[in-house]
């Protein structure tokens, strides 16, 4: 398998497992507080990743890792920060699909400039993916008001900005440690936050649906690295933000859900997207 192939692979599995993170996130969210789901789902993942790094005997990471680690959950934290405020003041259908814009293109503009414009062909299959994140991302509801999108762009700075460091964490070979830097720093901020507003702990019934969000979140994470480190940066991350197409599906198979037109073109578009990236470079 070329290492092309190998980074389509790894983003297409990192949008499928966010997806489905997500939808579980989702899930436990109607029933529980947000920032409760949060701090549970972002502490399940944590665990995940350090049984992992120590299991595959990972080397423990450079101050360079650690650094980029740190940046990475940060600049993460402030994009879920910035997008769980954006829900809550009313403009959940401007919010969703111009922050997962926003963070798709902020990394691959960066991959242009240190890397160089991909071929045509792939130029098109991000357009087409950036129109895809967005029209599966819309909701039905209706939204009134203008100050969620400051946040919505603000979501989307801060998730651009976590592939980017994520990205130059895995640089070196590190894969799980890095991803664990990154989500220890943003626990301590989100409990913080959540203990100064008296959140509640979650009921115990859904607290599985909860830690399943946040395991697969960090799979997510661990592909998207992967996607990253073996192919081109804004490959790895077109690929990996149409996760909301999964999310939609899963949504209309499993709580039987209407999909709207608008989404079902954004999950076509998806597809012909994935097929014009994943098209061999012309010679």
Known sequence: MTPALASILFGLTSALIWGAGDFCGGLGARRAAVLAVLALAETS???????????????????????????????????????YQ??????????????????AALPALFSAVTLGLPDPLKLVGFVLALAAIALASQS???SNGDSALQYAFLAGLGFGAFFVFA?????????????AIARGISIPVVLLIGLARKVSFPPRDILPIILLSGMLDAGGNVFFLLASTVGRLDVATILSSLYPASTVILSRVILHEKISRVQQLGVVLALIAIVLIAAPAPP
């Open 45 to 83: 993942g944590l665990v995940l990743l350090l049984i992992a790094g120590f299991l595959f005997r990972e080397a423990l990471p450079t101050p360079a890792i650690i650094g980029w680690g740190i940046a990475a959950g940060l600049s993460g934290t402030i994009g879920l920060g910035a997008l």
């Open 167 to 179: 990205d130059l964490a895995g640089g070196e070979g590190s894969t799980f440690f890095p991803l």
């Open 86 to 103: 954006g829900l809550a003041v009313g403009r959940a259908s401007v919010v969703a699909p111009v922050s997962a814009v926003v963070g």
């Open 140 to 142: 039905s509801h209706a």
